[in-house]
């Protein structure tokens, strides 16, 4: 795996020719002078150090053992990667050449394949840092030579700008120049604009970044196959991109209304908590590889949501861990630094924390996390007992109230949340923080303008729509399908 992973990747690949024995075909010279030979040739030695010792010769030393101090003994760098069984269960002669390795070089252990690339590469990319045979850095941190400052929004920066100020107390405000403003967040040098500031305050990402999108599938059964229920691509800056995909999965789960006893407004309850799905939206667009050809996926089953974000775990991280408090180590630390001001995520590494404690209050399975060639998070929705329980009573219910159900039945599932969701008047603003929306033109197309087209809410002040005062109510019409629709939740519940 290791011989295939550093011949076919395209970075590792141009730096370093591995060579293993198996590769060779039958040849004269016997097998312990050839490895000693190879090794002397090499400028690493790369052992990895198992629970077998291998065959032995007349002194009784097998060739690991061979290869091991010839590099000792010719002063190569030695990378010794151990398999995690416990030190009883090798070979009593690999016990001792493992001790001998502590003594010399850095070790490191690994229980899977993937840990094992993973530990891999990131020791030879530090290889080729440390003998400056590359330079590089963060994706987000470098300058982009075909950008200047026009191909910034301002009012993008301005926004930001009072939302960083609310949430976190920013220290600017929207009456500094953008320029100050960008080069307080590091975004821009006299060197020119970094494709971080791109990304976050861009009239046009995608001219620079074609695979700067989210692409959001619905599915009807539990696996990727046709036809997709439903199918969206979503472009624009980072914050676009996140309010976008969260809104589309909000407006495809289950939701329940809790009463009005405490709050004038309706409590709304998503099936899987809000917070769990922005979070692991925000992780994989904030913290993916900018440089693959591929995009963030967003995968909607009966029984689970999937969230693939094309980039690997940093390589002090490991799945195990993951689950277990850990540090933050962002992908893209000049993108992770806004989104913190504004609220998206946290600095110290909670998020994913955060994410498994919400999914059990909620009383939902522990998210899954998964590294393939992308990597996978995956929140469960309801378990299938409940799931049979829930169609048993929409079922029922149907029976018991089909009138009822018939006039609700042709209103779309997002006119339907602002319908349950709607007291008295409310502005714009309200209305998306009481469904937990955050991407206001989402929000005005396929929520208010189809009530206000279907006669089911209406504005205060019809003859300016756009006044900053102006709030939305429900209709006689909307009136009457909202306590159809709470009835028919009662009959559910």
Known sequence: MLYDFLTTDSLLGRFFEPFIFEKLPAVSITANNMFTKEVEKSDIYLGLFGKEYGSQDSKGISPTDYEFNTALNNDKTALIFLSDNPLKERHIKMQRLVKKAEQFVVRKTFNSLIELKTAAYSSLVNYLIEKEIIRTGPFDASINPDADINDLDITKIKEFVRSAREKRGFPFSSQHSAKKILTHLNLISENGIKNAALLLFGKNPQKFF????????????????????????????????????????????????????????????????????????????????????????????????????????????????????????????????????????????????????????????????????????????????????????????????????????????SVKRIILVLNGELKRSSLQEALGLRHRKNFITNYINPAIKQKIIELTISGSPNSPNQKYRLTAKGLKLQNELLVNQKKKK
């Open 210 to 413: 074609v695979n700067s999108e989210v692409k959001c599938a619905v599915f009807h059964s539990t696996v990727i196959e046709k036809p997709i229920a439903s199918y969206q691509v979503f472009k624009g800056d980072v914050f676009q991109l996140v309010n976008q995909a969260v809104d589309f999965v909000l407006s495809r789960i289950d939701v329940s209304v809790g009463t009005r006893k405490e709050f004038n407004q309706a409590p709304l309850t998503y099936e899987i908590p809000r917070a769990a799905i922005a979070e692991a939206i925000v992780n994989a667009v904030a913290h993916r590889d900018y440089t693959s050809s591929g995009s963030v996926q967003i995968m909607l089953f009966p029984d689970r949501l999937e969230i693939w974000n094309p980039g690997q775990l940093p390589y002090n991280l490991t799945l195990s861990n993951l689950k277990k408090p850990h540090s933050s180590f962002p992908a893209n630390p000049l993108i992770a630094e806004p989104l913190y001001l504004t609220g998206y995520i946290e600095r110290l590494g909670t998020g994913i924390l955060d994410m498994i404690s919400l999914c059990k209050i909620a009383g939902l399975k522990i998210p899954d996390f998964r590294q393939d060639d992308v990597f996978k998070t995956v929140l469960w929705r309801r378990n299938t007992a409940q799931v049979t329980a829930q169609v048993t009573a929409q079922v029922t219910a149907q029976v018991t109230a089909q009138a009822t159900v018939q006039a609700a039945a042709k209103v779309n599932e």
